[in-house]
């Protein structure tokens, strides 16, 4: 139970943060509307995008049935991983299903207040742009996928087997 917290708390963490930056991004720095730019570095811009579709700018909500189905839809899978999370025992799944939680969340909350999701991080080099432009919620997705994907390939069935008995084996332990 105690790393489904952990899990709880990241996905949480991830949220704050990402609606903190979004409201910062919208409010102090004065991005205030779709295209305004802020030049910071030499490789990296805020540039205020209001993406209307998912992953890559796909399925893009042309209208509010198509916007309140991409709402459901993503909830249905936050639900989903929620659940997901909360069977898993091992803090490496639990760590990658929280990211991904903690960002879909954030997403979901621009999506049902403003109708799209904001965005606003534009890494490039010149202008070579490597990725779309995102922002931490995306980023936290990203990288929870990615640690599930790896976990699930290159762990062995031996390395979860023995993590697994060393769980069962130091809970009998401790109940002696």
């Given at each position: ?53 998912v992953s890559l ?46 960002g879909a969340l ?5 999506r049902y207040e ?63």
């Amino acid at each position: 139970m105690r790393n489904r917290l952990i899990g709880v708390a990241i996905a949480f963490a991830i949220y704050a943060v990402d609606q903190v930056v979004k409201w910062w991004v919208d409010g102090p720095l004065g991005l205030k509307s779709q295209h305004d730019k802020m030049d910071l570095l030499p490789f990296f811009d805020l540039y205020r995008i209001h993406n209307y579709g998912v992953s890559l700018g796909m399925f893009e909500a042309t209208s509010p049935e198509t916007r309140w189905l991409l709402v459901g839809v993503t909830a249905l899978i936050a639900l989903l991983v929620t659940v997901w999370m909360f069977r898993e025992k091992l803090l490496g799944d639990i760590l990658g299903l929280s990211l991904i939680l903690g960002g879909a969340l954030g997403n979901i909350k621009d999506r049902y207040e403003l109708g799209y999701v904001l965005d606003y991080a534009d890494f490039h080099i010149g202008d070579f742009r490597p990725f779309l432009i995102f922002n931490i919620a995306d980023a936290a997705i990203t990288i929870g996928v990615v640690i599930i994907l790896a976990r699930a390939f290159f762990m062995s069935d031996k390395e979860v087997d023995d993590m697994m008995d060393g769980k069962t084996a130091d809970a009998a332990e401790s109940n002696t």
